[in-house]
């Protein structure tokens, strides 16, 4: 099945090109959860639901076999429809040295958006990555007094480390917190970003984290993004006015490890 329909479409290649690699860098801008988590995939459009390896066993009316259901993360589709004026195709095929992409990338940046809310809290499928009442919790003081954000982030890596989980470690922030982190120094100027390198790998900024942050081991296998469809742009239909367009991905998040992350609690 083709689900994005783009041999069907009046754009040229040289269009299709211009809006990948726009939709492509948007949403790169905006993701987080992918750069803490261990990417699956992408398994193709068709990958509807992956296997967790356990099975919920059924009762049978008659006779003595078992049937056992397997149990399994359903992928959803997170789809953001946009246009392209007729005008700015016409535009760049008569040689305007770029195409005009901002309605695509505010696509790109919804659906970007919506990834993260899928895999940080499950919304609106389910559990995310900071949903679980297993993951140790950390309060968080007020980072704009010397020394707090050196002495809260090095706390959640030490109660991470306590309980047995080994690094690398990277923090996802809100942005709040990460601008505050950026201008963050000790009593003699010296910036804390710089004092952290040895403690955290990365530290990113997410708009959609709801509390002050988190610390993620990114050991790998704690956190999966098992992705079916990356994200990809496809044709819907056209008119007299413009090309209407849609982005769209499937995908799902599973926390094997609940433990593995510390959430920074404002």
Avoid at 70 to 99: K, M, Q, Y
């Amino acid at each position: 099945m083709d689900y994005l329909r783009r041999h069907t479409a009046p754009l040229s290649d040289r269009v299709w090109k211009a809006l990948d690699g726009a939709v492509v860098q948007a949403a790169r801008h905006v993701l987080a959860a992918r750069r803490i988590a261990t990417f699956d995939g992408p398994r193709g459009w068709e990958h509807v639901a992956t296997r967790l390896g356990s099975m919920t066993p059924c009762r049978s009316a008659e006779g003595q076999a078992t049937v056992c259901v397997p149990d399994v993360v359903l992928l959803p589709e997170i789809r953001v429809d946009f246009s392209l004026p007729w005008a700015t195709v016409e535009n760049f095929e008569r040689g305007a040295p770029v195409l005009d992409t901002a309605t695509a990338e505010t696509a790109a940046r919804e659906l970007a958006l919506a990834e993260d809310r899928v895999a940080f809290y499950g919304d609106p499928t389910g559990a995310g990555f900071l949903g679980s009442k297993e993951s140790p919790r950390v309060t968080t003081g007020e980072w704009t007094r010397h020394g707090r954000v050196l002495a809260d982030l090095v706390k959640a890596v030490e109660t991470l480390d306590a309980a047995g989980i080994p690094g690398p470690y990277e923090a996802v922030l809100a942005p709040a917190r990460y601008y505050a982190y950026l201008q963050a120094v000790d009593d003699t100027g010296y910036p804390t970003a710089r004092q952290l390198r040895d403690v955290l790998g990365a530290v990113h900024r997410s708009p959609v984290v709801r509390e002050a942050g988190a610390v993620f081991s990114t050991r790998g296998g704690d956190f999966v993004i098992t992705v079916g469809g990356d994200l990809a742009t496809g044709y819907r239909l056209h008119d007299r006015d413009a090309v209407h367009l849609f982005c769209v991905e499937t995908l799902a998040p599973q926390t094997v490890t609940p433990e593995a992350v510390c959430v920074l609690e404002p």
